[in-house]
């Protein structure tokens, strides 16, 4: 079956790094669009950063540009993403996402940043 399992979340301080996994399986992963959302208390689901099925192009939110990186290991069906100077606002449950004709969704790992 489809599965989308994240990894890498917890608890850090302001200004330092984190690095997520999402590891796909079930579906042909290099034919799928991947993207990382994020949903803070009371707030809706919003979109980190995209990468395409072949990794040749990325995109990312306003506000994280410039500290965040997504990129993908296709051999390894995983899909990554690198935060650096982590602010406290970045704090939220964070999921990957894989798009082409279906969509599929992970269960998401919690990012707290917190002094």
């Known amino acids: 079956q489809v599965q989308l399992v994240e990894s890498g979340g917890g608890l850090v301080q302001p200004g330092g790094s984190l690095r997520l996994s999402c590891a796909a399986s079930g579906f042909t992963f290099s034919n799928y669009a991947m993207s990382w959302y994020r949903q803070a208390p009371g707030k809706e689901r919003e979109l980190v950063a995209y990468i395409t099925n072949t990794g040749g192009s990325t995109n990312y939110a306003d506000s994280v540009k410039g500290r965040f990186t997504i990129s993908r290991d296709n051999g390894k069906n995983t899909v990554y993403l690198q935060m650096n100077s982590l602010k406290p606002e970045d704090t939220a449950v964070y999921y990957c996402?894989?798009?082409?004709?279906?969509?599929?969704w992970g269960q998401g790992t919690q990012v707290t940043v917190s002094s």
């Open positions: 996402c894989a798009a082409y004709y279906s969509i599929y």
